[in-house]
Structure formats: structure tokens, C-alpha cells
């Protein structure tokens, strides 16, 4: 048994990065909801709740096209409505995602690139983190690299794939709209390699079509859903929406959004590449680093961008005497991710336990608002206020609990925020030193 399973290994050296990379994310999947973008996790269960539970998913505002909640809320007839069940899911389309690297890598330059590409993003630390998170995210990045991934076939092998790569092209318009820029670089390398005009029509007709009854229901059902789109992209930063004294956050994201491009940028100028390959990965990564720095709305934006940017670099580092620099920047990846696994718990936020707390202490009706929203009302059952600058001082004095994260205050905002609160109300409790809960004075 030991013998097959070395021969299957060295047969099969991806089945190795895989597994190192489920335990990696597997790892963070019990972790309550709290530091990492809780609120993403605490919206898409909240959704897919409603959905599950017999609610229309036009209930609400836009935000995406709904083949993410859908896939969940047909998982959650198995599982229930499950945190954990559903965080496998992103494990899941991870470890798909890194293998289909692996393919394309194998393709573009051999096993040592589909080795060295794989590696290096199922070991990056950004991935570790966000492949605990449910978010849409690396669901739509699964599609739209399984989209590229039969491309190529159809390229390299057989016409046949382009259905296939259309069927996932138009299954990524269905989950996330942005990412479907993916069938710019598809165009580019049909083009180079001259494949018929009709393989090109055949991948536009696709991928219409799959969104497209879900579109026509909208239009006939609830057509205001659809034109709601336009008024969430107050959502996005925008280069055009900078100034001086913008939100911390938003500052750093359009200088990560800047740097990302720019060092990209300097990368491919100093390697200038020659074949069709490597020219084609370049046109993905500056499509999508381009995107992330026009609407740098954060930094989850950047993920699309690590699966041309590892194969373009698995394509470098292929070679025997360059495999040692792939090693060391694997030791660091793998040492950052540990890190991270072992301090999180550390700055995380139970949000579950602030919320058991206001519900058992104050049971009557109530007025909330917290610095996250979405989180607390995913646990109170009940509307819960952003806690936004603007509305502070409107903010009745009466029977009103406010619940704000300690880790909010390093935002120079919101200590302004604090100050005020500290004014007007009482310090009730400190959860675990990670939450500050705060009430009128008539609930004292």
C-alpha cells in the first residue's frame, strides 16, 4: 500500500499541493464569524436563507446575479443552512481552481510550470484567508479559469471543449458580471492561434444564454431589480471618487489597486514576452489588475488576478536551476499562511456572543446600530443601523443599543465616532475586550 501510494504521487505530484492546501483551509472553517470580512459571510447567509426558507431572491437590492445563492440554497436542502457546509464549498471551488492551474500550467509549459503555478497560489496567503470566507469571489474565479482552462483545449486539442468553455463562460455572467471580462484573454488567444469565427460566436451565444431566462423572469417579474444595479455602484471607490481625506481603507486600497498595476506592468516590460502563451496571460492579468485599480472596492478584487499572474510566473520558473526560488517564496507563503492561522482566532470578533448578550439582557424592543451591520443582524434576527459618521448626532437617546468592534477604532473615523458615543451613552459591556457595547441611559 505504501509503495502504490508513493507511485501515485509521483505519478500525480499535484495530489500533494492539494492536499497540504485542504488542510491549510480547512483549518479556519470553525472560526465564527468575525475580523475577515464577516459581513460578506453574514449578507450571502442571510440571502440564502430567505431564498432556501421559499423568499425570492429579487427581495432586496441588487448586488449579483444569484447562480451563488442559488447553488447554496440547493446545498442547504442536504445540509441545512450550515456556515460550515457552505465554507467547504469555498474549499472546494479552491482546490478545483488550483488544480485546473495545474492543467493550463502543464499545457502552456509542461508539469514543472503546472507544478510551480498551482503552488504558488494555492499557498499564497490571500488565498488561504479567503478560502475560509463564504464569498462570491473564488466561486466566480473557479468559473471563469474552468472557462479559460477548455478554451485552451479547444485550442490545443479539440473544438468540442469551446462548448464547454462557453457553457462555464456563461455560468460566470450567471455568478458575477465583472468576471466575465475573462473572455477578452479567451479572444485574444482564439485569435492569435486563428480558430474559425464561428467558435467565437458560438462562445457569445453561450454565454447570453445561460443568464438569459434568469434575465427575462427579472424583466417580467420585478424589472426594477435590474435597474437598481446602477444606483449600488456607490458601492465601488473609483479612482474618480479619491481625495485627500478619504476613509483610511479607501486610500489603501487605490494604492494597493496602483502598485499591484504599476510592478505589473514592469514585470511584463522587462520580460517581453514572445509566444502567444505568455502574451495571452499577460492581456488577463493587466485586464483584471486594471479593473481592480479603476474600482478598487477591496481587496478580494485582487484574486482574479493571481490566476494569469502564477501561470505567467509558473512559465518563468519552470526551469531546474530557478526551482530553488520557488521553493524559498513557497517556505515564506506557507509561513505567513501558518501565522495567520494560529493569530486569527486572536483578533477575531464574537459577534454571536455580543448579540446573545443584548437579546438576553435587553429583551424589548430596541433601536441598534453597529459598526457591522450585517453581522449583528444576521445573529439579532432583527434590523440593525449602520453605525455610519454622518448620522451620529441624529441618533436617539432613547432605548437604543449601539455595538461597535474595537477593531473599528483604528480608523481615525470612527474614533470621532467613539468620542461621541462616550457623550451621549453608557458603556454596558466589553465583550472579550473585542466589542464595546454601548446604551441610552434610560436602559441602565
Not at 129 to 148: G, H, N, P, R
Amino acid at each position: 500500500m505504501k509503495e502504490e501510494f508513493i507511485d501515485f504521487i509521483k505519478k500525480h505530484p499535484i495530489s500533494i499541493i492539494l492536499i497540504i492546501a485542504a488542510i491549510l483551509y480547512i483549518l479556519w472553517i470553525w472560526l465564527p464569524l468575525g475580523l475577515i470580512h464577516s459581513w460578506n459571510e453574514a449578507y450571502y447567509m442571510m440571502r440564502v436563507t430567505h431564498v432556501a426558507e421559499g423568499g425570492s431572491y429579487l427581495d432586496g437590492s441588487f448586488d449579483n446575479p444569484p447562480l451563488f445563492v442559488y447553488s447554496l440554497s440547493l446545498l442547504s436542502k442536504i445540509t441545512g443552512i450550515s456556515l460550515i457546509a457552505f465554507r467547504f464549498v469555498i474549499v472546494f471551488c479552491t482546490l478545483i481552481t488550483t488544480y485546473l492551474i495545474y492543467q493550463i500550467g502543464c499545457i502552456f509549459g509542461k508539469k514543472r510550470a503546472g507544478l510551480v503555478s498551482s503552488s504558488l497560489y494555492a499557498f499564497f496567503p490571500m488565498t488561504v484567508i479567503f478560502s475560509k470566507i463564504i464569498q462570491i469571489d473564488l466561486f466566480a474565479v473557479m468559473l471563469m479559469t474552468a472557462a479559460f482552462y477548455f478554451a485552451v483545449l479547444g485550442v490545443k486539442k479539440n473544438k468540442n471543449w469551446f462548448y464547454l468553455s462557453g457553457l462555464f463562460l456563461g455560468l460566470t455572467v450567471f455568478t458575477k458580471f465583472p468576471a466575465a471580462l475573462v473572455i477578452l484573454p479567451i479572444f485574444y488567444y482564439m485569435y492569435s492561434q486563428k480558430i474559425q469565427i464561428k467558435y467565437f460566436l458560438l462562445l457569445i451565444v453561450e454565454a447570453i444564454l445561460v443568464p438569459l431566462p434568469w434575465i427575462a423572469h427579472v424583466l417580467i417579474v420585478k424589472p426594477s431589480f435590474l435597474r437598481s444595479s446602477a444606483s449600488s455602484s456607490k458601492n465601488f471607490f473609483g479612482l474618480g471618487s479619491m481625495h485627500i481625506d478619504a476613509p483610511p481603507y479607501q486610500l489603501a486600497m487605490v494604492i494597493l489597486a496602483t502598485l499591484v498595476f504599476v510592478s505589473l506592468l514592469i514585470l511584463f516590460w522587462k520580460r517581453k514576452p514572445k509566444s502567444a502563451e505568455e502574451k495571452t496571460l499577460i492581456l488577463f492579468t493587466l485586464i483584471f489588475s486594471g479593473f481592480f485599480l479603476l474600482l478598487p472596492n477591496h481587496e478580494y478584487y485582487l484574486l482574479p488576478v493571481l490566476v494569469p499572474l502564477f501561470l505567467f510566473l509558473g512559465s518563468i520558473y519552470k526551469k531546474e536551476e530557478k526551482w530553488k526560488k520557488v521553493k524559498k517564496i513557497l517556505i515564506v507563503f506557507l509561513i505567513i499562511s501558518v501565522i495567520l492561522l494560529v493569530t486569527r482566532p486572536l483578533y477575531d470578533v464574537n459577534w454571536e456572543e455580543a448579540s446573545n448578550y443584548v437579546k438576553d439582557n435587553y429583551p424589548e424592543n430596541l433601536t441598534i446600530y453597529s459598526t457591522s451591520p450585517r453581522v449583528t443582524e444576521y445573529y439579532m434576527q432583527q434590523e440593525v443601523n449602520w453605525l455610519h459618521p454622518n448620522k451620529i448626532e441624529n441618533i436617539s437617546e432613547n432605548k437604543t443599543i449601539i455595538m461597535f468592534t474595537c477593531y473599528d477604532r483604528f480608523n481615525l473615523e470612527n474614533l470621532q465616532i467613539l468620542g461621541i458615543i462616550k457623550e451621549k451613552f453608557t458603556l454596558l459591556n466589553s465583550i472579550n475586550d473585542k466589542i464595546l457595547i454601548y446604551g441610552s441611559k434610560d436602559l441602565v
